[in-house]
């Protein structure tokens, strides 16, 4: 394949950026989208040009490094992928392709298609947490739990933290992330001793952090890789009354 990719370049969280057109040819439509931009950063490289920063780390979907918007969608064009599990065969021999980084005030760019995703960080430094009591461990079973809660937990704990709910959403809302994160401990008989603590304290960051408000929009669950389900906004929504009354 030979497409042309459209780039964001920007040198660093203070300088302003533009897109830079560049040509890949005789890309594999089995390639993943990062080993292409591998490929073209080759190019650049040997042709003495700055290669383009994009963050990668398990490159298996997994990580939630790698999120970038392509074509102005995150991650891309395929439902439920990240983008390093995207393969050019989902676009077209003289595609030309826009990416760019996550567009989010809490996100600032670093460099490229790198941006700061320490506000979720705050986030779940803020009550992502147990009371761990020390000493000898538990029976395993000691404490039992409802098969469709574990379920649910389980869900929920599939969130990558990649930031594209944020990035997708028109508010630029991390409400879908704070969900995922307060309901997966929220469903388990470990997580309730915070229980209360933890929601209030977790949307109080994510307002600190600069997020906006959540409207119900769902194109953060559209985009998220994980399917995280837009449900689990309502779950902790419920979290947070109950929680302000008990208070």
Request: with cysteine.
């Amino acid at each position: 394949m030979d497409i042309q990719v459209r780039v964001w370049r920007q040198a660093g969280p203070s300088s302003s950026g533009k897109m830079v057109s560049y040509d890949v040819k005789d890309i594999s439509p089995d390639a993943s989208f990062l080993e292409m931009l591998d490929v073209l950063n080759e190019k650049l490289i040997l042709d003495g040009d700055d290669p383009v920063a994009f963050d990668h780390d398990c490159r298996e979907g997994i990580c939630g490094a790698c999120g970038v918007m392509i074509n102005g969608v995150a991650h891309g064009p395929e439902r439920a992928t990240t983008t390093c599990q995207l393969h050019m065969r989902s676009f077209k021999d003289g595609d030309t392709i826009d990416v760019e980084p996550w567009r989010a005030a809490p996100f600032p760019v670093i460099k490229d298609l790198v941006v700061n995703r320490g506000a979720f960080d705050g986030i779940i430094q803020a009550g992502g947490y147990i009371t761990a009591p020390t000493g000898t461990a538990p029976e395993a079973h000691s404490t039992p739990v409802p098969k469709p809660d574990a379920d649910l937990a389980f869900e929920a704990a599939t969130c990558i933290g990649c930031g594209a709910c944020v990035a997708a959403c028109p508010n630029g809302s991390s409400m879908l992330f704070t969900a995922a994160k307060v309901s997966h401990l929220g469903l388990m008989p470990q997580g309730q001793p915070e229980r209360d603590s933890r929601v209030i304290d977790m949307l109080e960051a994510q307002d600190d952090a600069g997020f906006g408000g959540c409207t119900n929009m769902g194109e953060c669950t559209t985009v998220c890789p994980k399917g995280i389900p837009l449900t689990l906004i309502g779950r902790l929504n419920a979290d947070y009354r109950n929680a302000l009354r008990r208070s």
